[in-house]
């Protein structure tokens, strides 16, 4: 890691610091939703569907009810009505759970017993007997009775598409036109999906783990019918996720509805296999990609396809051609996108939604291309390189895309590459070099913040973020640090509560983007009023000064002639503790877009949907595998990964991001996959033991490269955000490494031992 690459402006904003929330996770200090202290909670445990689809036709409580200290039991036939419907994460229609005596899923919520004991709950649940009318369900493409669609479009946001593809592809001398599939996969983020529901008169709090905080307290308002100023959700910290937590589900205004029910706080444990069900998961997809070249690589065709599975009622889908179709140059687009209704519950976001599935068919085709045309994979990209997105003819905010190859393909040793398909042996091992493009939509929505300086010159910065495992406290801490002059040290930030100024979802790796910005603005906003009061006073060293020439650094207030006052005393001169209550609203959207985060609205300027540029961080994933020639046992000794992400504002977290979402890819590659009972529509590996993931073991060297970027029109920090790109294109690095070793082309994910026998 080059601290001179990611800081080249020498700020605080660049520079290497450590988690300021760091002793307090260690430590057990930080305090988790579950962890809330509230007063004689009840516990309650989900009865869940043993089908996957029907009807309820009886269910007998009997038993339940009579196990000691049971309270409550939760029914369709005892709470319907009694809510509004859920919105899913497209905030459309979905699967409900309570509202009827519909199954729509295995898995689905039917029922919740509430008890003194956590213990007395779960006994109670086991003995509750659900008597089903079941028919015969749909898992998954090709089943019987599963239906699809195209999805939905907006008239103002077409499939991307240009030219003649189809004739383009017919007309071209090198092609290739395959077909792709990708699995299930969930989130298990390590925090369950726990909720806790206190009433106070007429006032709901909610602690659980959120994306977000505002967006929760909407919805749930909305089910409830409640004024959205009476309900309140906390989640300082969450235990990861990855998207899972990006919407609300149904459970938390059925655990609310209980609190209110019994006058007492209620609080909700799932369990590890319930979370497969009760929250969202990546849906498997089928592509169709065709593309085709002249001679000397440049080329002319670009077709995509993909099917997605979603719910009956839903439409949801991620739609990953929008980034496949930017990618590269090319003439002629066409892409489309399928929905496949099932009898499944409706997915959602997982890290990098559209990209991590698309882009495995896209990379995984240019390497299929390179060898179809006998030139180099990385060659094949630059002669394909554009600084112009080719769909919307608008350029790149900044576009280094091949110094990102450029400098991982040095440090990687690919000059020592073979291009032969087994030709690079190690003993009983077949050496596979493979590599593959990386890319996220650079993202940024509208934000609020309060920041305080106190009498002693402190700072305290206030908002809703989320803090989601990823470093928002340190994030922010250093932005503030830096507008004002202070050390972080002298910066407290507070997040996770709705009580405090609205910021939007963290996800589409907009957090960092969102909250440093209008970090940036409240500070600017402060040194402006701590300015003015300065030139104001005739005591004041800087009297009659023009207070745009006043800086804030070194925890003084100082002038261009090289005066200085201490802040703690420029502070005073306002009376003590001042605040400034910041909005920022990026280019792009309406000057009161600020104001819809209040509703729970989460407008977002979307990198692909900018009037100016098309906004993406990009970077190169090179992965080398080795596959025994007996076995073929897979192993992934090295990788290294470069990228180009506009400011790094912190990048000792930034390095953890990256190299998490990388070893995250291999798991993509080669061990993810949530199994489905075809017959019954059912997720049969809902644990740890059976879902794999890799271990210590699975990933070898992860080598992380940062390679400097300055980006000032993406915004005016250039934070492009980087949550998610660290995934995308690794899943077919590894399958194009996996083909140079062993010259077997692997196009269904992920690539186990019996691909390759």
């Given at each position: 890691?080059a601290?001179d ?8 904003i660049?520079?290497p610091?450590v988690?300021v ?5 260690v ?17 309650a ?15 007998d ?11 409550d039991?939760?029914?369709?036939q005892s709470?319907a009505?009694?809510?509004q ?6 905030g459309?229609?979905?699967t ?8 729509w899923h295995?898995?689905q ?6 008890a ?13 007997v659900?008597?089903?009318a079941a028919?015969s ?14 999805k939905?479009?907006?008239p103002?946001s077409p ?7 189809a ?10 036109d ?12 390590l925090e369950l ?10 006032n709901?709090t909610i602690?659980?783990p959120?994306?977000s ?23 300082r ?12 589900t ?13 006058k ?19 849906a498997?997809?089928?592509q169709?990609l065709q ?16 099917w ?8 949801y889908n ?13 003439p002629?687009?066409?892409?489309k ?12 976001f997982?890290r990098?939604p ?22 180099d994979?990385?060659?094949l990209?630059r002669?394909?390189d ?9 350029p ?6 091949m ?6 393909a ?5 000059s020592?590459?073979?291009p ?8 009983d091992?077949?050496?596979?070099m ?9 993202n ?7 920041l305080?300086l ?5 700072a305290v ?6 803090e989601?495992?990823?470093?928002a ?6 932005a ?15 997040l996770g ?5 609205p910021?939007?979802v963290?996800?589409?790796s907009?957090?960092a983007?969102s909250t ?11 040194r ?6 300065a ?15 006043l ?8 002038g261009?002639d090289g005066?200085t006052?201490?802040?703690?005393q ?23 877009a600020a ?18 540029v ?39 977290t930034?390095?953890?991001?990256f190299m998490?979402g990388?070893?995250w ?18 997720y049969?590996?809902?644990n740890f033991?059976?879902?794999?993931i ?19 029109r ?14 995308v ?6 399958a ?14 992920p690539?186990?031992i019996?691909?390759?026998l």
């Open positions: 890691m601290d690459a990611a800081n080249p402006s020498g700020r605080l660049g520079k610091a988690r929330d760091g002793a307090a996770k430590t057990g200090q930080a305090r988790y939703p579950a962890d809330e202290p509230v007063g004689n909670p009840a516990y445990y989900l009865v869940t569907s043993t089908i996957a689809r029907g009807r309820i036709r009886h269910m409580l009997a038993a339940a009810k009579a196990v000691p200290g049971v309270l039991v939760l029914t369709h709470v009505g009694q809510t419907p859920l919105m899913g994460p497209d459309k229609a979905t409900t759970t309570l509202e009827s005596d519909q199954v295995a898995g919520i039917v029922g919740i017993v509430v003194d004991t956590y213990e007395a709950a779960r006994e109670a649940a086991h003995l509750v659900v008597d089903y028919e369900p749909s898992a998954t493409f090709d089943s019987p009775g599963a239906s699809t669609e195209p939905k479009t907006n103002q499939e991307p598409a240009k030219g003649d593809a004739a383009a592809f017919a007309a071209t001398p090198v092609k290739i395959a077909h792709y599939a990708t699995p299930t996969q969930h989130h298990n983020p999906f726990d909720t806790t529901c206190v009433w106070d008169g007429p709901l602690y659980e959120t994306q905080m505002w967006g929760l307290k909407a919805s749930v308002a909305k089910q409830l019918g409640l004024d959205p100023a009476h309900v309140r959700t906390v989640s910290y969450v235990g990861g996720a990855f998207g899972s937590r990006g919407a609300a149904s459970r938390t205004v059925w655990i609310a509805l209980a609190a209110k029910r019994l007492r706080p209620v609080r909700l444990a799932p369990t590890r296999d319930q979370g497969f069900t009760i929250a969202t998961y990546r498997e997809t089928r169709h593309l085709a070249a002249t001679r000397d690589g440049k080329l002319t065709a670009l077709i995509h396809e993909g997605e599975v979603t719910s009956r009622p839903s439409g991620v739609s990953g051609t929008e980034t496949t179709a930017r990618m590269y140059a090319c002629n687009i066409a892409t996108v399928n929905v496949v209704h099932a009898d499944r519950s409706t997915p959602g997982m990098a559209p990209d991590t599935p698309y882009m495995f068919a896209l990379e995984s085709g240019m390497d299929e291309l390179a060898y179809a045309l006998g030139m994979p990385i060659e990209r002669i394909n554009t600084q112009t997105d080719p769909v919307s003819g608008k790149f905010s900044s576009r280094s895309l110094k990102c190859f450029d400098a991982a040095a440090r990687f040793g690919w020592r590459r073979d032969k398909p087994t030709a690079m042996r190690d003993g091992w077949l050496v596979g493979g590599c593959a493009t990386s890319c996220y939509p650079s940024i929505g509208p934000a609020a913040a309060r305080s106190t009498p002693a010159g402190k910065m206030q908002l809703a973020a989320h989601i495992g990823t470093g406290y340190t994030t922010v801490a250093i503030v640090a830096d507008g004002l002059g202070l050390n972080i040290a002298d910066v407290t930030v507070e509560d709705s009580n405090l100024p910021v939007p963290a996800g589409g907009n957090n983007a440093t910005n209008v970090a940036a603005k409240a500070c600017e906003e402060m402006s009023r701590v300015a003015l009061a030139v104001q006073n005739n005591a004041s060293p800087f009297a009659g000064a023009d207070p745009k020439t800086k804030l650094a070194g925890g003084a207030l100082t261009p005066k006052e201490p802040l703690a420029a502070v005073g001169r306002l009376g003590g503790m001042v605040e400034v209550h910041a909005e920022n609203v990026p280019q792009g959207l309406p000057p009161d104001q819809g985060l209040y509703q729970g609205k989460m407008a977002m300027v979307r990198g692909t949907g900018r009037k100016d098309t906004a993406f961080a990009f970077g190169a994933q090179f992965v080398e595998v080795r596959v025994h020639r007996l076995t073929c046992e897979i192993r992934t000794p090295r990788v290294v990964s470069a990228f180009a992400a506009g400011t790094i504002v912190n990048p000792l930034a390095y953890s991001q998490g990388a070893i890819g291999l798991s993509s590659a080669l061990h993810e996959m949530t199994e489905i009972d075809k017959t019954a529509a059912r049969v590996n809902t033991a059976d879902y794999l890799p271990v210590n073991a699975d990933v070898g060297q992860v080598e992380v490269i940062f390679v400097p970027e300055e980006d000032r993406v915004n005016p920090l250039g934070v492009k955000g980087i949550g998610e790109i660290g995934i294109g690794m899943n077919a690095a590894v194009n490494a996996v083909f140079h070793a062993t010259g077997k082309r692997i196009r269904e994910l690539i186990r019996e691909d390759l």
